[in-house]
Every structure is written in structure tokens, then in C-alpha cells.
């Protein structure tokens, strides 16, 4: 079955810089993208980010442009979202989805990012 | 603030009917983008729902139906149940920027 594993909870620092990894099995990986979404403690779900694993195209809304960068390892089937100059206002769960036409199909089991001084 | 509207709660009694709205604008569901909804239960991920308007992934009940009219769609349960409690969450792209729009959430209470 499709799963997407994260990776474990983090603590930073504010200014520090964070990677969150995302395994994905029981599918072809390179056949769908992977979207990032957050999720504020007490808050709505926010659209971060997307890559697709087919060519590594990568679209990032605007408010986290320069701050968040998309990669994959293909061959690990895993993606990774870095995200930098944390604030506080960063604190947040951090999720994977399977992106299939522009709807989030599976999600990861979420990434607790806490920035904190 | 969300670029897609929802009622922040809505709620019905076991059994009932309960549908809740997103109101979206002409560079999203008003282009023809199309509406997905999830449903959250607290501390879980969210779990996709409805999608492409109106289709249910393998597993989610018929009680569930979505519907898209214009800018807006909408998101009906039938036969109220103690564990449709959740949170529900619309959510399109935008035409231009392909970027995903949510609406804020609708916290569903059976009573």
C-alpha cells in the first residue's frame, strides 16, 4: 500500500535552517509529484510547495519563495523540503502529500517543527 | 487568511444531513479549478475525502458527495455518525499560478 514516512520531530533555532525528508513506497515514485503542506498549532492547512518526480519541476508559493528549497533522491524514492531563516511563526507540522492533478491523494504521517530561542 | 471560505463550524445530530460550503473566486473554482475536500480528525494527517468535484477515493463512504457550481462547491454527509467529527478542508488551484488554495476548515460536531 501507498505510504509516505517523514522524518522525526525537529527543534531550531530562529535564523536556524531545517530538512524534512519524506519516503515514499508501494508506488512508482517518479509517476507523481510530492506537495508540501503546513499546518500551524490550532490553524488551517497551507500549501508550502510542490515537486514533481519526473523531471524535479518545482513550483513554491510566493510567501516561502527564497526560503524553501525541493529536492528529491530518485533512487531512494524519498523527497526533502528545507526550509531557512526559521521564525516562530514557522512552528508548525510539516506534511508530505502524493500530488496527483493537483489533489493530495496520501499524506505522510507529518514533521513537528518547532522554532524556539 | 484563506483564499477559499468555509463557515468555521457547522453541526447536525446523528443521523441528519450536514452540507458545508467553499467560496472560492474566478482565478481559482470560478476557472474551472477543480474542488477536493479532507477530512482531519485533531492529530491526525488529513485524509483525502472527495476529489475532482465529486469522485470518492476506493473506501470513503457514498454518505459523502461533493458538488461545484460557479466560484463555489460544496460538501454533503448523509446518516450523521459519532465519527464524522472532524475537520474539513476544501481545496482548488489557482488557474495562473498552479499553486493549491485550502479554505480555512469547517469543524464538524455531531451533537
Known amino acids: 500500500q501507498v505510504q509516505l514516512m517523514q522524518s522525526g520531530a525537529e527543534a531550531k533555532k530562529p535564523g536556524a535552517s531545517v530538512k524534512v525528508s519524506c519516503k515514499a513506497s508501494g508506488y512508482n515514485f517518479i509517476n507523481y509529484g510530492i506537495s508540501w503542506v503546513r499546518q500551524a498549532p490550532g490553524q488551517g492547512l497551507e500549501w508550502v510547495a510542490w515537486i514533481g518526480a519526473f523531471n524535479g519541476n518545482k513550483n513554491y508559493a510566493q510567501k516561502f519563495q527564497g526560503r524553501v528549497t525541493l529536492t528529491l533522491d530518485t533512487s531512494a524514492s524519498t523527497g526533502y523540503m528545507e526550509l531557512r531563516s526559521l521564525r516562530s511563526d514557522d512552528t508548525a507540522v510539516y506534511y508530505c502529500?502524493?500530488?496527483?492533478?493537483?489533489?493530495?491523494?496520501?499524506w505522510g504521517q507529518g514533521t513537528l517543527v518547532t522554532v524556539s530561542s | 487568511q484563506s483564499i477559499l471560505t468555509q463557515p468555521p463550524s457547522v453541526s447536525g445530530l446523528p443521523g441528519q444531513r450536514v452540507t458545508i460550503f467553499c467560496t472560492g473566486s474566478?482565478?481559482?473554482?470560478?476557472?474551472?479549478?477543480?474542488v477536493h475536500w479532507y477530512q482531519q480528525v485533531p492529530g491526525k494527517a488529513p485524509k483525502l475525502l472527495i476529489y475532482?468535484?465529486?469522485n470518492r477515493p476506493s473506501g470513503v463512504p457514498d454518505r459523502f458527495s461533493g458538488s461545484r457550481s460557479g466560484s463555489s462547491a460544496s460538501l454533503a454527509i448523509t446518516g450523521l455518525q459519532g465519527d464524522d467529527e472532524a475537520d474539513y478542508y476544501c481545496q482548488s488551484h489557482d488557474s495562473r499560478s498552479s499553486d493549491l488554495v485550502f479554505g480555512g476548515g469547517t469543524r464538524l460536531t455531531v451533537l
Open positions: 475532482g468535484n465529486n
Open positions: 474566478i482565478s481559482n473554482i470560478g476557472a474551472g479549478s477543480d
Open positions: 502529500a502524493r500530488d496527483r492533478d493537483y489533489h493530495l491523494q496520501h
